[in-house]
């Protein structure tokens, strides 16, 4: 209830079609099957006579030896399975600002490129053109930002505003169930990259991609993006086979010097194929393919970037270093050969990859294949020219995100009427503070010797200004977060002009009051 009331009509309206089709599954599943007459007296009493069976003429073999055909349910071969094929200058991502859904805008897409989105970049919709985000002083925030418990919320909203966008858009997606697959627990090659890190951390805390990943992406960033036909050039087969064993016995203790380019290609992109749980997960692995059937690429940008937010932690950054460092490799494409249809070609199967059983396929089969790999190549190609805005958060997923906090605070104050009493007489006094104290907000620095400060903000102000007030000598970086209210915590960026946040806040929410409370 608590979701459902901040969603917009178009996304209720999703999540209520999801849970009927659920429904309607779980009582055909659960229906009990009507029994036949027959059924009931299909067991026979020991010892009583049996009725004689008599055929009737037409019941009566043509052949003598030929016997009755008594199977009332005749072999049917099923259908066969028809397949449908799937349908330099940076421009601004002005769309992260809205505060309407990427839903409300695209009902007229199908009617021929009529929305708000297409009609501003129609002419140029390239995917190898960058959009680039907006300022960061108008607010912009990243998925880092934000807390783990604010992140398992907008995974919940970015889910429902992708459905409710795609089907908006009149693309289907189709969830498959993933298989089961044994991992291991020690090693390097098919563990899982939670288990990874969680051994990681304990030499290292607070790492956010595996060590071993990090090992070959610096050692092809430093020697390796200026040799031809990186990541394209296959190494020595009988060598990866030896460097994968010994990763795999003594990962700790593994001599990376005596590592080549080619050898850290190689067991670059056999790391990410051999993952048990791909590194887009299985969960969302056919949307990701289903991007392809939108024919706008500002609404496939944003249709990835909603699948980036889903994605779990360890996936995500795993996935924002390999795309950080395959555009260092595009950059380099003078020297290295490698233009950015070839990375995206050489990157592809190991992100998209389908296990297929038997040597022979047919020639539809492979045809199949073969588009499945060009989809994928677009794919990985719009995901390097985009990856910046993969990681944003829009300003309409962030205000759902404290509505809900909101909701679930309001919620959870289930008290007695004289404590709600209290608390009113408390509100009361409190707001006339609050109007006497407007565009004033209290900063606590317990590390520092100002505890506590009162700062007046202007339209001028900005984060860095505010955090400059604590810097002392020989003092770390220091960061600003919003903390309480209808945000758990919030990490605000250093050149956000915060007396606009401040007064987003103020018209979305009353932050204040909750902090008061």
């Given at each position: 209830l608590v979701l459902l009331s901040t969603l917009t009509r178009q996304q209720a309206a999703t999540v209520r079609k999801r849970l009927d089709n659920y429904n309607e599954t779980l009582k055909i599943r659960n229906r009990q099957p009507i029994r036949d007459v027959r059924d009931l007296f299909f067991c026979l009493v020991p010892g009583r006579p049996t009725l004689p069976t008599f055929l009737f003429n037409n019941e009566l073999p043509e052949h003598p030896s030929s016997p009755p055909h008594t199977d009332c349910h005749p072999h049917t071969d099923p259908p066969p399975h028809t397949h449908t094929p799937v349908i330099c200058q940076s421009r601004r991502a002005d769309w992260l600002l809205r505060d309407s859904p990427y839903s409300e805008?695209?009902?007229?897409?199908?009617?021929?490129?009529?929305?708000?989105?297409?009609?501003?970049?129609?002419?140029?919709?390239?995917?190898?053109?960058?959009?680039?985000?907006?300022?960061?002083?108008?607010?912009?925030?990243?998925?880092?930002?934000?807390s783990s418990c604010d992140l398992v919320r907008l995974g919940f909203i970015s889910h429902i505003e992708l459905s409710t966008f795609l089907l908006t858009l009149g693309v289907q997606t189709k969830r498959t169930r993933p298989p089961r697959i044994r991992t291991r627990d020690s090693g390097v090659f098919g563990v899982p990259l939670n288990t990874l890190l969680e051994n990681d951390r304990k030499k290292f805390p607070g790492i956010k991609v595996p060590v071993v990943f990090q090992k070959l992406l610096c050692i092809l960033e430093q020697s390796g993006l200026q040799t031809e036909g990186i990541l394209r050039v296959p190494g020595s087969a009988a060598r990866l086979k030896y460097l994968r064993r010994e990763l795999d016995r003594c990962c700790g203790g593994f001599d990376w010097s005596a590592v080549r380019q080619v050898d850290a290609a190689g067991l670059l992109k056999l790391f990410i194929r051999e993952l048990p749980t791909p590194l887009l997960t299985h969960t969302h692995l056919s949307t990701y393919r289903s991007v392809l059937g939108i024919s706008s690429v500002v609404h496939q940008v944003q249709a990835l970037q909603l699948l980036s937010l889903l994605l779990p932690e360890a996936h995500r950054e795993t996935l924002r270093a390999m795309l950080v460092f395959l555009r260092k490799v595009v950059s380099h494409q003078d020297q290295n050969r490698m233009s950015l249809w070839n990375v995206s070609m050489v990157m592809a199967p190991n992100l998209f990859s389908r296990h297929h059983r038997g040597n022979k396929r047919s020639v539809a089969k492979q045809r199949e294949e073969m588009e499945e790999a060009m989809g994928g190549a677009q794919l990985v190609r719009l995901m390097i020219t985009q990856q910046d805005l993969l990681w944003t958060v829009p300003s309409f997923l962030l205000s759902q995100v404290r509505q809900m906090n909101q909701a679930s605070n309001q919620r959870q104050l289930g008290l007695t009427r004289t404590r709600r009493r209290l608390l009113r007489r408390k509100t009361n006094r409190d707001q006339s503070q609050v109007e006497l104290c407007e565009g004033v907000i209290r900063v606590h620095a317990p590390l520092h010797t100002k505890v506590s400060m009162a700062i007046q903000l202007d339209g001028q102000m900005r984060a860095k200004d505010v955090t400059a007030r604590f810097e002392c000598d020989n003092s770390p970086v220091q960061r600003l977060y919003e903390v309480g209210g209808n945000i758990s915590e919030y990490n605000v960026n250093i050149n956000t002009e915060y007396y606009y946040i401040y007064i987003l806040l103020s018209l979305l929410l009353s932050l204040l009051l909750f902090s008061f409370l």
């Open positions: 805008g695209v009902a007229e897409h199908k009617r021929g490129r009529t929305c708000w989105d297409c009609l501003c970049f129609h002419g140029d919709d390239n995917g190898d053109v960058p959009f680039v985000p907006v300022s960061p002083s108008q607010g912009l925030t990243w998925a880092d930002d934000l």
